[in-house]
C-alpha cells in the first residue's frame, strides 16, 4: 500500500504529512525528536483498515515552526491541520512526546478525539520535573567543528536502541540533525508540561502502551493507565524507545486489537 506525502496550509503554518488507506481517520504523532518516518512502516498496516495520517510536529521533520514552544501550542497545531482537512474527529495516536501531545488534545479538546493511544508516555508530574529540572536532555550536544559533537549524539542514544541496528540509529540521526535544537528543547517542552491536572480530563477510550525495554516510559505506565478512567493497558514485551519502528507488527496489532473493541463514528 502506497504511502502518499504532503503539505496542508494550516493557520498555524504548513505541516507535513505521511498518509495511507481509507476509513476512519488515524492521527500518528511522534517522539522527540523523531518525524513521521516513526512510523513508515506502520501506516500501510493501518492503512488497510482506516485512513493513517503520520504527521511531522511542528518545527520537526518538514513542518514549519511555531514562535513558541509548549505542548499547549503543538496540540492546537495538530487541531489545526484536522481542521485544514475536514477532519472532525479522530483517533489519536502518539509515541513518546507525541503521547504527550495526544493527551493534551483529547483534555483541550474532547469533541475531535474519538479514541486515544497512548504509547510509552512517561507520566509528568511535580515529582518528575522537579528530579529533571536544569538537566541535560539526552539529544542536547555541543557542535563542534570537527563533528565529534555527532558520535556524540550517536553514543548517547545508542544504549535505548536494540544492539546492532544501525538503521533505526541512523533514521533517528537525521530527524535529529533536522530538528536543530528542538532536538534537545522538545524534551524540555514535555518536563514543563503540567500533565496530573490533564489526565483526569480524559473521557474517551484510551490505550496505555507499555514497551518493558523502554527505561524511561515503562516504569510509569501503570500509573499513566491509572489515572485515566477506564484506561487499559497492553505491554510490548521486547519493545523499546524506538518501537513503532523496531517493532511495527506488534505495535499495529496492539492498535488494531484496541480499535475493534471501540465504537467509532
Same mark, same amino acid.
Given at each position: 500500500m502506497n504511502?502518499t506525502?504532503?503539505?496542508i496550509s494550516?493557520r498555524c503554518?504548513r505541516?507535513?504529512?505521511a498518509?495511507?488507506?481509507?476509513g476512519f481517520p488515524l492521527?500518528?504523532?511522534h517522539q522527540?525528536?523523531?518525524?513521521w518516518?516513526e512510523?513508515?512502516e506502520?501506516l500501510?498496516?493501518l492503512?488497510?483498515r482506516?485512513?493513517?495520517?503520520a504527521m511531522?510536529t ?9 514562535p ?6 503543538w496540540a492546537a497545531?495538530?487541531?489545526a491541520?484536522?481542521?485544514a482537512l ?5 483517533v489519536v ?5 507525541g503521547?504527550v ?6 483534555a ?6 474519538a479514541?486515544l493511544?497512548?504509547?510509552s508516555?512517561?507520566?509528568? !508530574? ?9 538537566k541535560?536532555p539526552? !539529544?542536547e550536544v555541543?557542535p ?11 553514543q ?7 544492539p546492532?541496528d544501525?538503521?533505526l540509529l541512523?533514521?533517528?540521526m537525521?530527524?535529529?540533525?533536522k ?7 522538545g524534551?524540555?517542552?514535555?518536563n ?7 489526565l483526569p480530563?480524559?473521557?474517551?477510550p ?5 514497551a518493558d525495554v !523502554? ?14 478512567p477506564?484506561?487499559?493497558?497492553t505491554?510490548?514485551?521486547?519493545g ?11 505495535f499495529?496489532?496492539a ?6 473493541d471501540?465504537?467509532l463514528g
Amino acid at each position: 500500500m502506497n504511502i502518499t506525502r504532503d503539505f496542508i496550509s494550516t493557520r498555524c503554518g504548513r505541516i507535513h504529512v505521511a498518509c495511507c488507506g481509507s476509513g476512519f481517520p488515524l492521527l500518528l504523532l511522534h517522539q522527540t525528536p523523531r518525524s513521521w518516518n516513526e512510523f513508515r512502516e506502520v501506516l500501510p498496516l493501518l492503512g488497510q483498515r482506516y485512513r493513517a495520517i503520520a504527521m511531522d510536529t511542528v518545527g520537526f521533520g518538514d513542518s514549519e515552526p511555531v514562535p513558541e514552544n509548549s505542548i499547549e501550542r503543538w496540540a492546537a497545531a495538530a487541531i489545526a491541520l484536522l481542521d485544514a482537512l475536514a477532519i472532525p474527529r479522530a483517533v489519536v495516536i502518539g509515541h513518546h512526546t507525541g503521547a504527550v501531545i495526544a493527551l493534551e488534545m483529547a483534555a483541550s479538546q474532547p469533541q475531535r478525539v474519538a479514541a486515544l493511544a497512548l504509547s510509552s508516555m512517561s507520566l509528568v !508530574d511535580a515529582e518528575r520535573r522537579a528530579e529533571h529540572a536544569g538537566k541535560r536532555p539526552i !539529544d542536547e550536544v555541543e557542535p563542534r567543528a570537527d563533528g565529534s559533537h555527532l558520535s556524540e549524539l550517536w553514543q548517547r542514544r545508542q544504549p535505548y536502541y536494540p544492539p546492532g541496528d544501525v538503521a533505526l540509529l541512523e533514521c533517528f540521526m537525521i530527524d535529529a540533525l533536522k530538528a536543530g535544537a528542538l532536538a534537545a528543547e522538545g524534551h524540555r517542552v514535555v518536563n514543563r508540561y503540567r500533565m496530573e491536572e490533564r489526565l483526569p480530563l480524559i473521557a474517551c477510550p484510551t490505550l496505555v502502551i507499555g514497551a518493558d525495554v !523502554d527505561p524511561h516510559a515503562y516504569p510509569s505506565a501503570a500509573r499513566v493507565a491509572a489515572a485515566i478512567p477506564g484506561s487499559v493497558m497492553t505491554v510490548i514485551r521486547g519493545g523499546g524507545v524506538p518501537l513503532p519502528e523496531q517493532m511495527p507488527q506488534s505495535f499495529t496489532e496492539a492498535l488494531l486489537t484496541f480499535l475493534t473493541d471501540i465504537h467509532l463514528g
